[in-house]
């Protein structure tokens, strides 16, 4: 860990973490985009999902990251809504992401094509 200094820096790194802190209570939306995923269109989704999110006024973050184990049902993506658990949509396409959007993120109504869990959130 970086040795703070000063006051400056501390105050620099308290702003840093409450940022942080603020981001987590944000929607947040990974689009796996593994090797399976990338072949299966996910950049497609990711570039819709951050342009209709935007034009909706929908605060939330969207990330890209690796495979996480739902190759046979790719694209995927895992939306995360305040204080909700993780939630995984497969096969998602234009259509389907545009439904999810509409329906459980503004919402919170659950849509077809949620994939059961293959892994455990740890807090």
């Given at each position: 860990m970086k040795?703070?200094?000063?006051?400056?820096?501390?105050q620099k790194r308290k702003a840093e973490i409450l940022q942080r802190m603020n981001e987590k209570e944000k929607i947040?939306?990974?689009?796996?985009?593994?090797?399976?995923?990338?072949?299966?269109?996910?950049?497609?989704i990711y570039d819709f999902l951050k342009l209709e999110l935007e034009k909706r006024n929908i605060d939330a973050v969207v990330i890209s990251t690796g495979d996480m184990g739902y190759s046979y049902a790719e694209p995927t993506m895992e939306v995360t809504l305040p204080g909700e658990a993780p939630v995984v949509f497969g096969n998602?396409?234009?259509?389907?992401?545009?439904?999810i959007i509409e329906k459980y993120i503004k919402n919170g109504e659950?849509?077809?094509?949620?994939?059961?869990?293959?892994y455990r959130v740890i807090n």
């Amino acid at each position: 860990m970086k040795t703070i200094k000063s006051p400056a820096e501390l105050q620099k790194r308290k702003a840093e973490i409450l940022q942080r802190m603020n981001e987590k209570e944000k929607i947040r939306i990974r689009v796996h985009m593994g090797t399976s995923g990338q072949a299966s269109g996910a950049k497609v989704i990711y570039d819709f999902l951050k342009l209709e999110l935007e034009k909706r006024n929908i605060d939330a973050v969207v990330i890209s990251t690796g495979d996480m184990g739902y190759s046979y049902a790719e694209p995927t993506m895992e939306v995360t809504l305040p204080g909700e658990a993780p939630v995984v949509f497969g096969n998602v396409d234009k259509l389907k992401a545009d439904e999810i959007i509409e329906k459980y993120i503004k919402n919170g109504e659950l849509v077809d094509g949620i994939l059961p869990a293959n892994y455990r959130v740890i807090n």
